[in-house]
């Protein structure tokens, strides 16, 4: 698979891609507005077959495995990246959601100075066809479905909070400035161990978010999830 048919086929068939094929997710850069959308330039690109690791000849594999007819059937593994790169799609417009510190000036990211009842959030609607955001490693994810459009953000617990104990609290606290009293849905660190990357995509039928966990930084997938709309359901 090409990484501009994995692009399209994200949008077309997001549960059969999201619960086989990794894709591995940067953060995006520059500015970004609180309370509105931020539409930034991605492209996907598979990932060397070349890299040290690289497990058969499939262009882009990286250890990614899905069921054949017969047997484990090799394929490939991608990034997400504002990079372009060999192999990779053209530019994919995506809704960016940016990482903000719990309570932390970390890498000059926005300090929540450990308040979450009054957040800003990152609006995901019109204007691109993908979300995106960094790779969570012990990050929470939150967010509340908008009049068709979902509205996000993206916590890393520094400093003085775990990962565990970050994620509790914006399940049971958690809320936008903008909707003080609608409790936020969330994906961290309750639901993965090691690694985990939030993805949305703008379907026919609206926007959809999944969650894919790993182990070895997404050469393969141990776990994926459609986390919205509605109930969290496996993939």
Request: glycine residues 10%; proline residues 4%; hydrophobic residues 40%.
């Amino acid at each position: 698979m090409t990484a501009t048919a994995a692009a399209a086929r994200m949008l077309t068939h997001p549960d059969d891609f999201f619960k086989y094929y990794p894709v591995m997710m940067d953060g995006g850069t520059g500015v970004f507005v609180p309370n509105a959308s931020n539409v930034k330039t991605y492209y996907l690109a598979k990932k060397s077959p070349d890299t040290v690791g690289t497990v058969g000849n499939v262009v882009g594999h990286y250890g990614a495995t899905r069921p054949g007819i017969f047997s484990a059937r090799q394929i490939s593994s991608f990034r997400m990246s504002m990079q372009a790169a060999t192999n990779c799609s053209g530019q994919l417009q995506t809704h960016g959601v940016p990482m903000v510190n719990y309570d932390s000036n970390l890498d000059g990211k926005v300090n929540l100075h450990a308040t979450v009842t009054a957040m800003d959030h990152y609006v995901v609607g019109a204007g691109a066809h993908y979300m995106t955001t960094g790779l969570l490693t012990g990050c929470c994810f939150a967010w509340i479905e908008a009049g068709g459009a979902l509205w996000c953000v993206h916590v890393r617990p520094k400093d003085g909070i775990t990962g565990v104990q970050l994620h509790t609290l914006i399940a049971t606290q958690g809320r936008f400035a903008a909707r003080p009293h609608t409790p936020l849905s969330t994906f961290g660190r309750n639901d993965y161990t090691n690694y985990a990357n939030v993805i949305g995509v703008n379907t026919v039928t609206g926007w959809k978010l999944y969650a894919q966990t790993s182990s070895d930084q997404f050469r393969t997938i141990t776990g994926a999830w459609q986390i919205a709309p509605g109930a969290v359901r496996r993939l």
